[in-house]
C-alpha cells in the first residue's frame, strides 16, 4: 500500500533481472555488474528493485545501497526521457561549457542531476564525451535516439531543447 495516495502498490516484474541473478548472484565482487544490468534494464535504482537484489544474493541491503551511492553511475530516482550528458572537460571548460549549463538550466528550470516536472529531461555534467573538437558539446539520449550537439552557444541550446521538446509531444508520423 503506498503510504502517501493510499493506493495498492504494484510489484514490478523482475523476471528480465532474474537471468543476470542466476549468473552473476554467487559471484563475490559481482554487485556492481548486477546495479549496472538492473539500472539497465529498469532506468534506475528503485527500493523495490534493491530489496528483490538483496533478497536474492543475501546481501543486506544497506551494503546495496551504500555501492549505489558511492558510485555517480548509479541512480536512484527515474531520468527524464531524454538525458542531456553536458561536457565539462578542459576542452569544453575553457570553450564555454558553464555558460551552455547556465542556458540549460535557466531554459529548463533544472540543475544538474534534476530532472523536469514533466519528465521530459534529465540534466548530468559528464567528465568528457571524447568530442573535443565540437567544444562545448552536449549529448542528448532518449527518446529520439542518440544525438550529439557542438560548437554550443546559449542560443542553440535553447533551440535544441525546444526541437527535442516539440519532437517529444508531436503525434505519430508527424514532422514538426
Do not use: W
Request: net charge negative; glycine share 10%.
Amino acid at each position: 500500500m503506498c503510504e502517501s495516495c493510499g493506493a495498492e502498490k504494484q510489484r514490478a516484474d523482475f523476471t528480465a533481472l532474474d537471468h543476470v541473478l542466476a549468473e552473476y548472484g554467487g559471484v563475490r565482487g559481482s554487485l556492481i555488474t548486477i546495479l549496472q544490468q538492473a539500472q539497465e534494464l529498469y532506468g534506475y535504482l528503485a527500493e523495490e528493485t534493491i530489496d528483490y537484489i538483496a533478497a536474492r544474493t543475501g546481501l543486506k541491503p544497506a551494503k546495496i545501497y551504500g555501492v549505489a551511492t558511492f558510485y555517480a553511475q548509479f541512480r536512484l530516482e527515474p531520468i527524464g526521457r531524454n538525458l542531456i550528458m553536458l561536457c565539462k572537460g578542459t576542452a569544453c571548460h575553457v570553450n564555454g561549457a558553464d555558460d551552455i549549463e547556465e542556458a540549460v538550466t535557466d531554459h529548463l528550470g533544472i540543475a544538474d542531476g534534476q530532472t523536469t516536472e514533466d519528465g521530459t529531461f534529465t540534466l548530468n555534467n559528464v567528465a568528457c564525451l571524447g568530442c573535443c573538437s565540437l567544444a562545448p558539446v552536449m549529448m542528448v539520449r532518449g527518446t529520439n535516439g542518440e544525438e550529439t550537439f557542438g560548437n554550443l552557444t546559449k542560443e542553440k541550446v535553447r533551440a535544441i531543447l525546444d526541437e527535442l521538446r516539440a519532437k517529444e509531444f508531436e503525434p505519430a508520423g508527424v514532422s514538426v
